[in-house]
């Protein structure tokens, strides 16, 4: 399992290669890129905040968990922090099992758990200067409602 926040961009695909180079005892690599989105056509930059530290912890434990949850051989999380820009990758999940549906259900857990639980504070800037603090969503909330059964 590797877990990592940073500022730097990365590339996903050479990310995703490296995740499953050479490995023999996997059957599927599932993986997501989150992308910064612009809405409504205003945004000039998002900025993430987070506690170093307290946040690659609290992100190395849902991780833990989805590894408990489904059979995973391995799994990689990225997220990053600072100003970001609209089209630039804000975080990625990549999850490797031998059979399909624990790689796609665990990285949609992640996915899910990553959005509403890690430790990140969001701010939006837009171009003619006005700011707001990105709300948790009602959406994201009830998405983690279908993990509170277990998967097996």
Known sequence: MTVRVQT????????LSGFAQGRKDIGAVVSFTGIVRDDTGTLDRMEIEHYPGMT?????????EASERWALVDCLVIHRHGPLRPGEQIMMVATASAHRVAAFEAAEFLMDYLKSRAPFWK??????GSTDWVAAKDDD???LKR???SPK
């Open 141 to 143: 909330e009830n998405a």
């Open 123 to 128: 701010k939006e800037f837009t171009r003619d």
């Open 8 to 15: 730097e961009t990365f590339d996903p695909g050479a990310e």
């Open 56 to 64: 690659e912890k609290a992100i190395a434990v849902i991780a833990g």
């Open 147 to 149: 993990w509170s059964k």
